[in-house]
């Protein structure tokens, strides 16, 4: 079965640094993998999508995330950070194969920017 | 704004109630995804439709249903409320609904069941 694990429930930078959010799948045949964002009281909006195309994706926001099927992992990259990145990501994978397209979603990681 | 709607935002009611959830998906698209976030269960995939007809089940109770209407609609009902139903409950919606279809999120319904 397909799944995801991100590592880090919460994680805190400082406005500048690099936001690192990481993600690890398990996948039997190549895998759809998303990163949504979740702000505070609103519904998740898509950051970025890997579809086998190319390895470094780029998203919204300035964030981009690298496959590496070797080390079966998704991380979410930033190069500096805003507060206005604070937020709750999810890393998801989409399973089912054909027709169906339910998405496994990661226990999330909360991220905090300090000023 | 991802251009998928729900109705109400907030929905406050009492344990053994029935409620519904509607989801208006983007314009074009043809499939509707439920999902239900709490803080114990995090984020879980309840139920997809592809045009009127239901294609995947998750991890979806008996007490809980839905459909999707000829105009593409969906309605989430829910009965015989427990106090764990309480959580935020999303729909979403792609084109094609087939694996790796990219899904866009409504803003979500909280429910409180007291």
């Known amino acids: 079965a397909q799944s995801v694990t991100q590592l880090g429930s919460h994680v805190s930078v400082s406005e500048g640094a690099l936001v690192l959010l990481r993600c690890n799948y398990s996948?039997?045949?190549?895998?759809?993998l998303f990163w949504y964002v979740q702000y505070p009281n609103q519904g998740l909006q898509l950051l970025l999508k890997?579809?086998?195309?190319?390895?470094l994706v780029k998203g919204i926001n300035g964030f981009e995330a690298e496959f590496k099927k070797s080390e079966t992992s998704f991380h979410l990259t930033k190069p500096s950070a805003h507060m206005s990145d604070a937020a709750e990501y999810f890393c998801?994978?989409?399973?089912?194969?054909?027709?169906?397209?339910?998405?496994?979603f990661g226990t999330g990681t909360l991220l905090a920017v300090q000023p | 704004d991802s251009g998928v709607t729900q109705t109400p935002k907030h929905l406050i009611t009492a344990t053994g109630q029935r409620v519904t959830l509607r989801c208006s998906p983007r314009?074009?698209?043809?499939?509707v995804y439920w999902y239900q976030q709490s803080l114990d269960q995090g984020l879980q995939f309840l139920i997809q439709?592809?045009?009127?007809?239901?294609?995947a089940k998750g991890n979806i109770l008996e007490r809980f249903s839905a459909q999707q209407f000829p105009d593409l609609h969906s309605e989430l009902n829910l009965s015989s409320l427990e106090l764990g139903d309480s959580a935020l409950y999303f729909c979403?919606?792609?084109?094609?609904?087939?694996?790796?279809?990219?899904?866009?999120f409504g803003p979500g319904t909280r429910l409180t069941v007291l």
């Open positions: 979403a919606s792609s084109a094609t609904g087939g694996t790796g279809d990219t899904q866009y």
């Open positions: 996948s039997s045949v190549p895998p759809y």
């Open positions: 890997y579809t086998s195309a190319a390895t």
């Open positions: 998801a994978v989409s399973t089912g194969g054909g027709a169906t397209n339910k998405l496994i």
């Open positions: 314009s074009g698209d043809l499939s």
């Open positions: 439709y592809y045009n009127g007809e239901e294609r």
